[in-house]
């Protein structure tokens, strides 16, 4: 019974492992009945070792692939802090389709927080607390190719972005930059 178990157990386990999307062939398969040996056992658990090598492998690929990024967009958002414009005042924002502010891809040159918002389909606001865009000059630039959004109005501190599927012209949520400079 215990044996039962464990066999059972394993195979729980291998299919867990199948589940995330980890691509092991096994060398052996064992029916009920049959006597399982060490070596045709060991064989096993060295094919789940090596995918299980190579995936914690891959992982440390990505992760340091993500810090290489986080040290790219540090020196970029740095760079683009140091962007002169007339009066000193520049902000940017990628807003996703939810209308969520991207992590660390926002800037209002004041110090002030970017807010961003969406209020209906297709229909979001973005705020830069700390600038004054009135005279100033605000763009967008779509992120996705289905979508075209534009500026719907902007006052001394907000921009109404509305965004519409290039297909059908309906109102649809997309994502979307905001750049603006006095």
Same mark, same amino acid.
């Given at each position: 019974?215990?044996?039962? /178990?464990k ?6 386990? !291998?299919? #867990? +492992?199948?589940?995330?999307?980890? =691509? $092991?062939?096994?060398?052996n398969?064992?029916?009920?009945g ?11 658990f ?8 190579t ?8 992760e /340091? ?7 790219? !967009?540090? #020196? +970029?958002?740095?760079?683009?802090? =140091? $962007?002169?414009?007339?009066?000193g ?14 992590p ?16 209906a ?20 630039t779509d992120?996705?190719p ?20 290039v ?16």
């Amino acid at each position: 019974m215990l044996q039962k /178990t464990k066999y059972t157990l394993f195979g729980i386990f !291998l299919a #867990a +492992l199948g589940l995330w999307g980890l =691509a $092991v062939t096994i060398p052996n398969s064992f029916s009920s009945g049959e006597v399982v040996s060490a070596a045709k056992m060991n064989q096993n658990f060295q094919a789940l070792k090596a995918a299980v090598d190579t995936l914690e492998s891959k992982v440390g690929a990505l992760e /340091t692939d993500n810090a290489d990024l986080k040290d790219k !967009l540090s #020196a +970029l958002q740095a760079g683009m802090k =140091a $962007v002169a414009s007339k009066t000193g005042q520049f902000g940017y924002a990628l807003v996703n389709a939810d209308g969520t502010l991207w992590p660390d891809a926002n800037f209002d040159s004041s110090g002030s927080a970017v807010t961003s918002s969406k209020s209906a389909t297709g229909l979001y606001f973005v705020t830069f607390p700390g600038l004054d865009l009135m005279r100033g000059t605000v763009m967008i630039t779509d992120a996705d190719p289905m979508s075209r959004c534009t500026i719907g109005f902007w006052n001394q501190t907000q921009v109404s972005v509305e965004c519409y599927d290039v297909a059908t012209g309906n109102p649809v949520d997309a994502a979307f930059t905001v750049l603006v400079v006095k």
